[in-house]
C-alpha cells in the first residue's frame, strides 16, 4: 500500500511538472480542439483540447497510429496536421478550396412590348377628290408603308377613312369607308397578311380644322380649307 502511493505521488508530480511546463508551451502554440468522435490518438483534456509536453509534443495515447492521426478530426484537417505533420499526407493538411458563390441566375430575357407607329396620310395624296381609287402617288405612299411593316414583327395595321363635311353623312361614311378598304387591299396585295390588317369609316365626325373652315368661303376655298379633314389615318402595332 505504502509503495503503491507513493508510486501515485511520483506520477502527480510527474503529471504537474507536466503541466507546468506545458503552460509555457501553450502560450507558444495553439490549442488544437478535436471533435471527440471515436478513438482519439491523442490526450486530450476535458475540453477536448490536446495535451503538449514540455516541448509542444501532442501526447500520443495507445490508440495512435498514422491512420488514425490522418482520420481523426479537429475542425476540418485531421489533428496529425497539427500534431504530426510529418507523417500525416500533406494533400490531406490542405484547407478545402473555398466553395465558389452560387451563380446568380441569368436575368430572364425582356419580352419587347409592342410599339405603335401612326401614320397619318392626305386623303388627297392618296385619291382624287371624292374617290377612293388609290392615284399612283398614293401608291408609292403606301409601298413605303409596307416596307415598314415588314421591318417588324407585325401584329397590326390599323387603317381609318375620314373625310370632310361636304356631302351627306352617309355619303361620307361610306366614303370614308371604301377609302380604307382601298388601302388593305393594296397593303394585301405588297405581301401584308389580309388578317392583319382592320379597316373603319369615322366619316366626317372627327375632323380636325375644327370651326375655322367658314361656309361663307367660296367652295373652291372651303375645299381647300377642309383638306386636313379628308384623310387617312394608318396605325402600325408590333415588335421590332
Avoid at 34 to 59: F, Q
Wanted: with cysteine; glycine share 8%.
Amino acid at each position: 500500500m505504502i509503495k503503491q502511493t507513493k508510486k501515485q505521488m511520483f506520477a502527480l508530480a510527474a503529471i504537474a511538472s507536466i503541466g507546468l511546463s506545458a503552460s509555457t508551451v501553450f502560450a507558444q502554440v495553439k490549442d488544437v480542439v478535436v471533435d471527440g468522435k471515436g478513438e482519439i490518438p491523442y490526450l486530450i483534456d476535458g475540453r477536448n483540447v490536446v495535451a503538449r509536453s514540455g516541448t509542444g509534443l501532442c501526447w500520443r495515447t495507445g490508440y495512435w497510429s498514422p491512420a488514425a492521426a490522418g482520420t481523426a478530426m479537429a475542425g476540418q484537417l485531421p489533428v496529425g496536421c497539427e500534431c504530426d505533420s510529418d507523417i500525416v499526407p500533406k494533400d490531406k493538411c490542405a484547407p478545402a478550396p473555398a466553395a465558389a458563390p452560387a451563380a446568380a441566375p441569368a436575368p430572364a430575357a425582356a419580352t419587347p412590348k409592342p410599339t405603335a407607329d401612326k401614320v397619318k396620310l392626305s386623303a388627297d395624296a392618296l385619291f382624287d377628290f371624292d374617290k377612293a381609287v388609290l392615284k399612283p402617288e398614293g401608291k408609292t405612299k403606301l409601298d413605303d408603308l409596307a416596307a415598314k411593316a415588314k421591318g417588324i414583327k407585325l401584329e397590326v395595321i390599323l387603317a381609318v377613312g375620314h373625310t370632310d363635311r361636304l356631302g351627306s353623312d352617309s355619303y361620307n361614311q361610306k366614303l370614308s369607308e371604301r377609302r380604307a378598304n382601298a388601302v388593305k387591299t393594296y397593303l394585301v396585295s405588297k405581301g401584308i397578311e389580309a388578317n392583319r390588317v382592320y379597316t373603319e369609316g369615322k366619316g366626317e365626325r372627327q375632323p380636325v380644322t375644327g370651326k375655322n373652315c367658314s361656309d361663307k368661303l367660296g367652295r373652291k376655298k372651303l375645299i381647300e380649307c377642309l383638306q386636313p379633314d379628308r384623310r387617312v389615318e394608318i396605325e402600325l402595332v408590333g415588335t421590332k
